[in-house]
């Protein structure tokens, strides 16, 4: 059978050891939510795991959208990954400075472009610095430029149109990993403009509930018990959705470490359901 965990996570000592390898390229996709006032790309030139690029989430973008950091198209995704250096044979493995939080939207926009040899540093960068492993500082340098083919995987990408079929259909189930408050419409969404609550019919499942305390992903029986308590079949397709498409991710990451194939992403997510005020929308309890 095969171990659909250690494909899709990487721990810090295998990336210790392997840290050196032609073929491995580490890629920082922190990012933080603007109210922070956390600077992804600043604290990577201040702390970053040694020879790691910066993947800048709110530059690769579709820049003619008006949602935050939508999937761009294969042209500039093509010219962004060449800049960085990472090539069509590279192993990719992706971290964030928060621990699990954003580094499964850079693995998921990836694998959405084509490339399936990613994974996602479990605990990323607090448990590697809390081992006392090395970290870089400075300015990075730049690495040489590689060919790097992206071919978009329309299977792992959902649009509002699927989301409205998914919901008239019932052939694909929904999760969302915002928070209870901002699904049950108790709590305000982030983003401006937007209407409070959830789509019809989604389930409820946090990010923040598979996440374990030191920023690492919990054990499998764990995920399996928490999508099947939030009334998820994980036999059946399933779609994630969050605020802007990021923690969305998470659950997707989920859901692959459990050996599940039919899933995708609304890229669009809340940002795109909750501003259009012709789209249905539900309150209340998850």
């Keep these: 059978m095969q171990d659909h965990r250690s494909r899709w996570l ?16 580490v890629v920082d996709g922190s990012w933080h939510m603007p109210a922070t006032g956390r600077k992804a790309r600043t604290e990577h030139s201040e702390q970053r795991i040694p020879g790691a690029v910066f993947f800048d989430i709110d530059e690769i973008r579709d ?24 090539g069509d044979g590279a192993r990719i493995v992706v971290y964030d400075s928060i621990g699990l939080y954003s580094a499964p939207r850079v693995w998921w926009m990836l694998r959405a472009m084509g490339k399936d ?5 479990n605990g990323g960068l607090p448990k590697w610095l809390a081992e006392g492993r090395p970290i870089k500082d400075g300015p990075p340098r730049a690495r040489i430029e590689k060919h790097f083919t992206a071919r978009l995987n329309r299977e792992l990408l959902r649009e509002r149109d699927d989301i409205v079929q998914a919901l008239s259909s019932g052939t694909e189930q929904i999760a ?30 946090p990010f923040t509930e ?25 036999t059946r397709p399933i779609i994630t959705t969050c605020g802007s498409g990021v923690t969305a991710a998470i659950d997707l990451l989920a859901l692959a470490v459990l050996g599940h194939q039919q899933t ?7 940002s795109d359901w909750g501003a259009d005020p012709s789209l249905p929308i539900a309150t209340g309890p998850a």
């Design 10 to 25: 990487v721990e810090t000592d295998w990336l210790a050891a392997n840290l050196a390898a032609p073929d491995v390229v």
């Design 117 to 121: 040899d990613v994974a996602v540093l």
């Design 176 to 205: 969302d990993a915002r928070s209870s408050g901002r699904f049950e419409g108790r709590e305000p969404e982030p983003w401006p403009g937007l209407r409070s609550g959830h789509m019809p019919q989604a389930r409820s499942v």
């Design 264 to 270: 995708a992403l609304y890229d669009g997510s809340w």
């Design 210 to 234: 598979l996440v374990a305390a030191d920023g690492t992903l919990k054990p499998n029986d764990d995920l399996r018990r928490i999508f099947s308590e939030r009334g998820l079949d994980l």
């Design 63 to 86: 820049e003619n959208s008006a949602l935050p950091h939508m999937l761009p198209s294969t042209v500039k995704f093509s010219s962004r990954m060449r800049k960085l250096g990472i």
